[in-house]
T-cell receptor, first 113, second 114 residues
Framework: GESVGLHLPTLSVQEGDNSIINCAYS??????FIWYKQESGKGPQFIID?????DKRQGQRVTVLLNKTVKHLSLQIAATQPGDSAVYFCAERGENQGGKLIFGQGTELSVKP | DTEVTQTPKHLVMGMTNKKSLKCEQH?????MYWYKQKAKKPPELMFVYSYEKLSINESVPSRFSPECPNSSLLNLHLHALQPEDSALYLC?????????????FGQGTRLTVV
């Protein structure tokens, strides 16, 4: 399943499928990006980050892709599990932004067993 | 220890009350942040502290007053709040504000203003 971020804030996938969550960021000067997972009633939890000198980074079951040309970030989750159900936020920071970590709108991922 | 601890977890206060939210981290981080989050919305930055000094105030009303007593602690003093200030208040910390490292978040304080 795939989301388009701002325009489709919810994504529903079947357990075991791969998920793709998209994020369009606004500031071309941003050079560091983070994906956070936020479960109901909890604070955001770091998943994976990427710097602007990279276009891909992999973690355990997750991959982040960065396309600076179109200012687009995506998070791929392999073999999605019920425990992956949460809201996913991308966040951006730039060296000229005085330390601000700015969040995107978020996508709610729902995994059906 | 990669934990940011916030107290209290829940707070109900009247519009004439004065209360404080507390945040603590022992990771040696020199940047600490306050965010406000409404339901189904992303966290919105309120304040950034760097080396115990306020470096960013995102035009937050003066009824919210941050304080950084030392490098491990961050407080948010609340006075004369409005019902629309009800939200989840999140504290975060990172190694330094100008280095691209992740920010760690606490579990938040769920604030209700009545």
């Amino acid at each position: 399943g795939e989301s388009v971020g701002l325009h489709l804030p919810t994504l529903s996938v079947q357990e075991g499928d791969n998920s793709i969550i998209n994020c369009a960021y606004s500031n071309s000067a941003s050079d560091y990006f983070i994906w956070y997972k936020q479960e109901s009633g909890k604070g955001p939890q770091f998943i994976i980050d990427i710097r602007s000198n990279m276009d891909k980074r992999q973690g355990q079951r997750v991959t982040v892709l960065l396309n600076k040309t179109v200012k687009h970030l995506s998070l791929q989750i392999a073999a999605t599990q019920p425990g992956d159900s949460a809201v996913y936020f991308c966040a951006e920071r730039g060296e000229n932004q005085g330390g601000k970590l700015i969040f995107g709108q978020g996508t709610e991922l729902s995994v059906k067993p | 220890d990669t934990e940011v601890t916030q107290t209290p977890k829940h707070l109900v206060m009247g519009m004439t009350n004065k209360k404080s939210l507390k945040c603590e981290q022992h990771m040696g981080h020199r940047a600490m942040y306050w965010y406000k989050q409404k339901a189904k919305k992303p966290p919105e930055l309120m304040f950034v502290y760097s080396y115990e000094k306020l470096s960013i105030n995102e035009s937050v009303p003066s009824r919210f007053s941050p304080e950084c007593p030392n490098s491990s602690l961050l407080n948010l003093h609340l006075h004369a709040l409005q019902p629309e200030d009800s939200a989840l208040y999140l504290c975060a910390s990172s190694q330094d504000w100008d280095q691209n490292t992740e920010a760690f978040f606490g579990q938040g304080t769920r604030l209700t203003v009545v």
